[in-house]
């Protein structure tokens, strides 16, 4: 498989663009809300531990796809989704912490 330009530089360089700006507007109260309401960071971890490669396995075999494209799709549903995640998260409320922190804070020895 070739390498090109864009999967090399553009797209590391996107996403590392897009998780600096978004994590430069955490502050110290995001942070504290975790433990104050740790609710919402337990469902996401269990949707994303848990549901998330269910779902995976369960589309690959419901349309029957090949190896190739069920391990893709198995793969994908199992890596963390962060950037968009947040992004989407962001987007709908600035209150945005858990789905920021699930991924690199709580996870990261995984």
Known sequence: MQESVISTVVLPLAIFIIMVTLGMTLTVAD?????????????GLFCQIVLLP????????????????????????????????TITRWRS????????????GLLSPL
């Open 31 to 43: 942070f504290r809300r975790i433990f104050t309401q740790p609710k919402p960071v337990f469902i």
């Open 54 to 85: 269910i779902l995976g396995f369960a589309v690959a075999g419901v349309f029957g796809l090949t190896a190739v494209y069920a391990i893709s799709l198995i793969l994908l549903a199992v890596s963390l989704p962060l950037p968009c995640s």
């Open 93 to 104: 409320s600035p209150a945005y912490t858990p789905s920021g922190c699930m991924s690199p």
